[in-house]
């Protein structure tokens, strides 16, 4: 932080003054995303005055780097002609995910600024649902017409390079804009510039569905190694690209998503976050866990007769429960990370569960007899012992069995595998590891007592 | 799956007939990603008989997509002279990753085919340590001089293309090979042919040292969206770039670690591993969980005098641990999280833990005023009620402060965030909230009793 904090001041004076020299001259040697780090810490209307000094032109690539909150609180401080330049400048895709956080009012005023043709574009993008292939994709692409030579293909891309978000690969429709080839600049520049961009093309395209999960989409860019993946619609015309930097954001965000639910905390959940904002998201949560103990602790009420009989088995429970809530969150996370990259085929599931349930089952057996051993040496209590280790092994069957089972289900309800199934899962847990142990201890309590 | 088997036994029958042609049939029209997939379920000897028919050169690109097990496996079934060529064509991030894995008398047979150049090459990556940027670089990257024309540049990319992993980034060094400038082939070509490399290219070059840990790489890819990152030695001379889609890869597998070290689990535990496997790799820390398991039930085995006069205690027990490991658990993963993005840094770290320590007492709090109704309503002892709130209040103090501490004290002591922490948090949450219900219910007992 002190290393952006040196040189704010400059900046700063630099908006104060209205110093177009003095402000270019503290970012233009920055790249654009360090420039925005630097800008972040101005107020929004500082950002403003600074986009108003040095123009739209000129601001851009820093302003698309900027955070979302920012960039929105800035655009009420332009002035109606920046701010009708700097929206018709920006890239599609990220004026479509900014537009989209904007009030209705203000979308409104920003709506009739752009021409005809860029407003139908923007309304278009604002249709598609959140985590499709549509709203993350462009719909600034290179194109390109089958029977162009390789000499004018060059030519056109770089007519059409300042304007679109890659040239690296071209497209190639067809009258009806359907997709039938690409080529990459690769190919073009090291193909003999008289021959057809058809002869050269890769035919068998692959492509993504506009409503296709984004997900999804980058789990087929990683298996590909693609730098842009092509978007078509339900005929198979090409509507957007995809391009490898948004997949880095997708990955990211799919990566806090999953942590975060099997943690129960809400994605908007940051260690920035604000107290209050912090406990209201996170309650919930632990309301619903709350519920789901309650039935735990209501399992040890109705075996109270047993535990004040033999008080040794209080201190025992945690034992049981706790391991059995280990072992069903390792089964849990290994099942929800395989879902998450796709390893899991339709046809495999009950191998799978199966599979967890039998570790489960082994690893109970493996614990629970290193469990039973201490409990024997700490107790000299070979029934207590023994009920140990047969409480462990039936707990960590479950475990396995839940930890699978549940984000399974969850997928082919359409809900996300790891939504509340923590919960669940150590619910099931740390209820059966009760049932298990107590439930023994009373069916063997004359014995344990005995030998107690 | 099914997909996939279909059309599996031309594909065999091509192997066991030798019909290059039928085999060129079943995989040429698939891109390599999809081709590799199709190959990887013959077996390596199998494989390795496709390579010897198609030849080295064909097979290289669907060589390279499958997975290193089989990659392996089917080196040693082929002969020296494909081997030879498979391995000189290989790129040489992909080789020497695959040469790591060889037993020492393979490694040896695989270097003596290689001539001088790219033996001394391969020898040179395979001295990076792991995480680094020097194990993932590729040493094929374009390469420039200042002086060149664009018109030359041009020429001399498209001589180097078929070589390079990527052409769409260039890089210019001097004499002494110290990167000092970076220009893009989309620059290249949108400028006058006429005009040198020099007058165009980027100098604020960005780089990584080749010792830098690879998930900072990512992150600084990630913020500047760069396709590729150029890596340099001690001198600034340039050694190698990594591109997007090792940074994919490198995102998947940073989030798979995270997930797992917070599941105690073992990266190479899979759900395609075998049950001992697995068995194996869990054990050990279901093992370390029952050594801390032991230290809570010893906790409650201190109080058993007071719980014997009480056992209402005892079904509260799971109620005060469980909503308190599930508070640790919370700030745990955002705190890991935010570590493993970068955006915690070494300055805001009391803050960090201050904060979540805080969100800990609210929640404790608030969930703490709901569970002290619900336990007068179930017991009507309004001394028990005071104590479940006070007890899961200062519960959940210590989850919120021990979930941020820890992972930044293992961070601090250059250990993963994740390592054990959940491990360490939830024995905290379980043996304090043994302790803080059942030790205020020791100094109320008297209370507790009397309105029981």
Not at 69 to 81: H, N, T, V
Request: proline share 3%.
């Amino acid at each position: 932080m002190e290393a952006n904090n040196h040189g704010m001041e400059p900046l700063r004076d630099g908006v104060r003054r209205g110093d177009e020299q003095s402000l270019l001259q503290s970012i233009e040697h920055l790249h654009p995303a360090d420039a925005a780090e630097k800008l972040a810490q101005l107020t929004p209307q500082e950002v403003a005055r600074c986009v108003e000094i040095i123009g739209a032109e000129r601001a851009l690539a820093v302003f698309e780097f900027l955070p979302f909150e920012i960039q929105k609180e800035a655009l009420s401080f332009l002035g109606r002609e920046t701010l009708g330049r700097l929206i018709t400048l920006m890239r599609p895709d990220e004026r479509a995910d900014l537009v989209e956080e904007l009030d209705e009012s203000f979308r409104e005023r920003l709506l009739s600024l752009l021409i005809q043709a860029e407003r139908q574009n923007l309304l278009k993008l604002l249709t598609y649902p959140e985590d499709s292939a549509g709203a993350y994709m462009t719909t600034d692409y290179a194109l390109l017409r089958a029977h162009t030579s390789v000499r004018q293909a060059l030519d056109e891309l770089r007519l059409q390079a300042p304007k679109k978000e890659t040239i690296y690969y071209a497209y190639v429709v067809d009258a009806h804009r359907r997709l039938i080839g690409i080529v990459s600049l690769r190919d073009l520049i090291m193909a003999r510039p008289d021959s057809l961009v058809d002869d050269i093309m890769y035919r068998n395209v692959i492509s993504v569905h506009v409503d296709q999960d984004i997900e999804e989409v980058a789990q087929e860019m990683v298996h590909y190694d693609f730098l842009a993946m092509p978007v078509v619609d339900g005929e198979g015309r090409l509507v957007g690209i995809i391009t490898y930097d948004d997949i880095f954001d997708v990955m990211t965000e799919a990566a806090t998503e999953d942590m975060y639910l099997l943690a129960n905390l809400d994605t908007d959940d940051k260690v920035t976050s604000s107290i209050p904002r912090s406990v209201k998201l996170r309650a919930p949560w632990l309301l619903v866990n709350l519920g789901t103990a309650l039935v735990a602790s209501y399992m040890v009420s109705l075996f109270s007769e047993t535990i004040s009989r033999f008080v040794v088995l209080a201190s025992l429970m945690p034992l049981v429960a706790g391991l059995g809530g280990n072992a069903g969150t390792q089964s849990l996370t290994v099942v929800v990370r395989a879902l998450a990259l796709g390893e899991i085929k339709t046809k495999g599931t009950w191998k799978v569960v199966l599979r967890q349930a039998a570790v489960g089952w082994c690893n109970g057996a493996l614990c629970g007899l290193v469990l039973a051993l201490i409990t024997y040496a700490w107790h000299r209590n070979v029934w207590l012992a023994g009920i140990m280790w047969m409480a462990l092994i039936l707990n960590m069957i479950v475990a396995g069995t839940l930890g699978a089972l549940v984000p399974i289900a969850l997928r082919k309800l359409k809900l996300d595998p790891a939504l509340g199934s923590s919960i669940f899962v150590t619910a099931a847990t740390d209820t059966g590891g009760y049932f298990f142990l107590l439930g023994l201890a009373t069916l063997f309590l004359q014995e344990i007592v005995l030998h107690g």
